[in-house]
């Protein structure tokens, strides 16, 4: 897949328009960190920074709308639609990948669309997403120049560290833990 230079610029003009500064500025930080993983990881760059550009596309929608791309996308059964409304954009940012911007690759799709919880057998872009999203430059937190420094060495390690992370953040908040990330995890560790 090739996305131009004004592609880039469509997106970056859509996304400044329709996402508050701070969303912007870890949306940056993502496409930064994940083109950074992708050579060292073999993933193409192109691939990484549109999926880093375009993860949190429809964040600031509200859910209606959202509900309605995902109808229109053909991705209403999503299984983040029955879930937790945090989880919603997701899919709904898949949705604008594909409604908005053309995109037609299925993993660049699928990346976008499961980023918040992981799917088993996550692909390379999907892996890389996780770890950028979670890590990003912006992202300052306890433990997270750990998982940068993992994520140089070893971006498996620090998938499936994030994704621990992930679920004791989750637990801690007495809440359940979404389904996709319990079968991410069986699926690293199998």
């Avoid at 029955?82 to 594909?98: C, F, I, K, R, Y």
């Amino acid at each position: 897949m090739e996305w131009q230079r004004g592609e880039f610029d469509r997106a970056t003009e859509y996304l400044t328009k329709n996402l508050g500064p701070k969303r912007l500025l870890h949306t940056f930080g993502v496409v930064q960190t994940a083109t950074s993983l992708a050579a060292k990881y073999g993933v193409s760059g192109t691939k990484v920074a549109i999926v880093g550009l375009l993860h949190d596309a429809a964040k600031s929608m509200p859910p209606a709308e959202m509900l309605h791309a995902l109808e229109r996308a053909g991705l209403a059964k999503h299984p983040y639609v029955e879930g937790p409304a945090q989880l919603l954009h997701a899919p709904a940012s898949a949705a604008v990948a594909e409604l908005v911007f053309g995109i037609e690759d299925p993993e660049i799709l699928e990346a976008i669309a499961w980023h918040p919880t992981g799917k088993p057998h996550p692909s390379p872009l999907l892996r890389l997403l996780l770890v950028a999203d979670y890590c990003e430059p912006s992202r300052d937190f306890q433990g997270v120049e750990e998982i940068r420094a993992l994520a140089r060495q070893n971006v498996d390690a620090a998938l499936l560290e994030v994704l621990k992370r992930k679920a004791a953040y989750v637990k801690s908040s007495h809440r359940d833990l979404h389904p996709a990330t319990v079968e991410t995890l069986k699926s690293l560790t199998a």
